[in-house]
């Protein structure tokens, strides 16, 4: 099945500064790569995806990017804000087929200092 | 809308016990899922159905059974509950065709198991 490494587990930044936390996955039918924010006590909220269609997705401060070749994508946030402090989580999973199953990385803890 | 529900929020089970954690959906999303976050890890698929009478295993599936009888409700059952089922569990739902893949998490329901 799929396989799902993320890095790094932890993450300090200063505010202001970008941040990035990179996936790598193993199944290469894997065709939609969503990033999950979850704050400390809450439910994880979708912050953006990519299908496997695209390189690159932006969305105001945050970026993904996917590398299909190397099988690797990355979530890019930039002018961090305190309330970017959380964990982040990478997912893989493929579209189409029997269920929309995510597999999770482990997971980054994003923690930006004022 | 209410989204995605899940009741109880919190519960306390003796082992050996049993107990039906709740899901349900008022989006008519066809596909419904399982997962479980143990302390500082990703969240682990345990089960999932891809519509009413259609149900399948996951990564983590022993322990527990569902049943998806109507398209709004999707329960996991523990059937004899066991330490290592302590967790937090999280359903979640979406369209579940190719072009809506986006999956809405519920707030979970935190279980401890003496």
């Known amino acids: 099945g799929e396989n799902v490494e993320q890095h790094p587990s932890t993450l300090s930044v200063q505010e202001g500064d970008s941040a990035v936390i990179k996936c790598t996955y193993s199944?290469?039918?894997?065709?939609?790569f969503p990033w999950y924010k979850q704050e400390l006590g809450k439910r994880p909220q979708l912050i953006i995806d990519?299908?496997?269609?695209?390189g690159e997705k932006k969305d105001q401060r945050i970026a993904v990017t996917l590398n299909k070749t190397a099988k690797h994508f990355s979530l890019h946030i930039t002018e961090t804000q305190p309330e970017d402090s959380a964990v982040y989580f990478c997912a893989a999973s493929i579209v189409g087929a029997a269920g929309n199953k995510l597999t999770f990385g482990g997971g980054t803890r994003v923690l930006v200092k004022p | 809308n209410a989204g995605v529900t899940q009741t109880p929020k919190f519960q306390v089970l003796k082992t050996g016990q049993s107990m039906t954690l709740q899901c349900a959906q008022d989006?008519?999303?066809?596909?419904m899922s399982w997962y479980r976050q143990d302390p500082g890890m990703g969240l682990r698929l345990i089960h999932y159905s891809v519509g009413a009478g259609i149900t399948d295993q996951g990564e983590v599936p022993n322990g527990y059974n569902v049943s998806r009888s109507t398209t709004e409700d999707f329960p996991l059952r523990l059937l004899s509950a066991a330490p290592s089922q302590t967790s937090v569990y999280f359903c979640?739902?979406?369209?579940?065709?190719?072009?809506?893949?986006?999956?809405?998490f519920g707030p979970g329901t935190r279980l401890l198991v003496l």
């Open positions: 979640a739902s979406s369209y579940g065709d190719d072009y809506q893949e986006t999956q809405y």
């Open positions: 990519i299908r496997s269609n695209v």
């Open positions: 989006m008519n999303h066809e596909y």
């Open positions: 199944d290469s039918a894997s065709n939609y």
